[in-house]
């Protein structure tokens, strides 16, 4: 590869990269699973906190009402206040529940909404006053203090602009009620939400961005950008136990590159790096959304499939084995290109077993194909007789021939 040409690769690349970016803080669609359900939780506490200190403040609030405002008037927004501060935090109590990404978000919304509902009747009660002076501006106010409290969500660019919409709108339906909605000292208010509110869309961003980096350091393999050993094994438990609810068959696969020592010793680990990357790119294409892949250490993989029968399972490795066979693997400062063959170790969930036991039959499998010529997959079968212990002993070969002619 010439100057020219890695330049354009590398061109390529950044701007790969800019666009990936772009989407993971416009939306949520391409965030993971486990990031989702991990960011859940993250504003699900923050949504309970804010909730229960704001709804706090709104009930301290309640004496201003009743000794500033007129005797007509402070009673019903008092009374009003006290229904958002009871709102506040029956919402402060339930969100910390949520266990979803969307649930999380929607308790988030409801809480803008309450205290937009609230702002509107303020302003009704008031008449839509034309001028705000003295206690009116502790009202007038409001919509500003609800854009500025988001800055404590690590929330995407969309999520951010539709819970600054509920505010804006609102704000702007009632400054058109009141008559000021061209007035000079509304517009230099406009100008000045509108800077905090980009001010709070770039902390959100940041600690989004931090929250992401924080969890790919976790949960991510650095080298393959698939999960590590630690992050596999925790989804991999999760799903298990409810496919054990749901009667729903998992499988366990284990998989390991055909002598990768040779590749490091013969062209060095910037090599061994490739082949691994190319290894994981190539299985990434051929797994479903719902299987889980993993490294579970060196050049050995795992993949954990939930809800398909037996009968596919072999299916998919045929297809992963003929595949990896077949990928020409193009070799970093050399000119050399090579191709690499995989052996696979195959364990089916039985009743009584366990994640372990999965993992170490699969293990047991894998073990027999190395020394059965590697470039195959076995299964590995529970006897009768093992079946109560769940040793893992028992394994029935189930070998697809192959040409072992290449690098394995």
């Given at each position: ?15 790969k990269l ?6 993971e803080?416009?939306s949520?669609?391409?965030h ?11 504003l ?8 229960m200190?704001?709804g ?5 609030w ?19 206040r ?5 709102i ?10 949520t ?28 008449g839509f006053?034309g001028?705000?002076?003295g206690i ?7 919509p ?5 409290m ?43 939400q509108?800077l ?13 961005r ?12 650095p080298?393959?950008g698939?999960?590590?050993r ?15 609810r ?8 284990l ?6 020592k ?8 910037s ?6 990357q ?6 990434q ?18 993949i954990?499939?939930?809800?398909t029968?037996?009968e596919h399972?072999?299916?998919l490795?045929?297809r992963?084995l003929?595949?990896?066979e ?6 970093p400062?050399?000119?050399k ?34 020394n059965?010529?590697r470039?195959c ?8 007789a ?9 394994v029935?070969?189930?070998q697809l021939?192959?040409n072992?002619?290449?690098?394995r």
């Amino acid at each position: 590869m010439n100057l020219a040409q890695q330049a354009m690769s590398v061109t390529n690349r950044i701007k790969k990269l800019s666009y990936l970016y772009l989407f993971e803080i416009w939306s949520s669609e391409k965030h993971t699973a486990s990031f989702k359900a991990t960011r859940s939780q993250y504003l699900s506490v923050r949504v309970s906190m804010l909730s229960m200190v704001w709804g706090t403040l709104v009930l301290l609030w309640i004496p201003i009402d009743l000794l500033f405002l007129s005797a007509d008037i402070g009673p019903s927004i008092a009374l009003a206040r006290f229904s958002l501060g009871t709102i506040l935090m029956a919402i402060a109590y339930k969100s910390r529940d949520t266990t979803t990404l969307k649930g999380a978000l929607n308790y988030l919304y409801l809480l803008i909404v309450c205290v937009n509902l609230f702002y509107v009747y303020s302003m009704w009660m008031l008449g839509f006053p034309g001028q705000i002076n003295g206690i009116l501006y502790g009202y007038h106010l409001l919509p500003i203090i609800h854009v500025a409290m988001l800055t404590i969500f690590p929330i995407t660019i969309r999520e951010s602009l539709t819970l600054m919409a509920i505010t804006a709108v609102t704000q702007v339906s009632v400054d058109h009620i009141s008559g000021i909605l061209f007035s000079p000292e509304n517009l230099a208010n406009y100008w000045l939400q509108n800077l905090v509110a980009a001010m709070v869309i770039w902390s959100q961003l940041s600690k989004l961005r931090m929250m992401m980096q924080m969890y790919r350091q976790a949960t991510l393999d650095p080298l393959t950008g698939i999960y590590n050993r630690r992050q596999i094994l925790t989804l991999a438990q999760r799903t298990f136990e409810r496919c054990h609810r749901e009667g729903a068959p998992f499988t366990v696969m284990l998989l390991d590159i055909d002598k990768f020592k040779r590749v490091n010793d013969t062209w060095g680990h910037s090599s061994g790096d490739k082949v691994l990357q190319s290894f994981t790119d190539f299985t990434q294409e051929n797994l479903r959304v719902t299987d889980l892949f993993g490294r579970y250490g060196g050049e050995e993989f795992v993949i954990f499939v939930p809800h398909t029968p037996k009968e596919h399972i072999p299916m998919l490795a045929k297809r992963l084995l003929t595949g990896l066979e077949k990928l020409d693997i193009h070799l970093p400062h050399t000119n050399k290109t090579i191709n690499i063959t995989t052996s696979i170790g195959i364990s089916y969930s039985e009743p009584g077993d366990t994640l372990s036991s999965l993992i170490e039959r699969a293990d047991s499998a894998l073990y027999q194909c190395k020394n059965g010529g590697r470039n195959c997959f076995k299964v590995a079968e529970l006897s009768v007789a093992d079946n109560k212990e769940l040793s893992g002993k028992n394994v029935l070969p189930f070998q697809l021939p192959l040409n072992n002619a290449r690098l394995r």
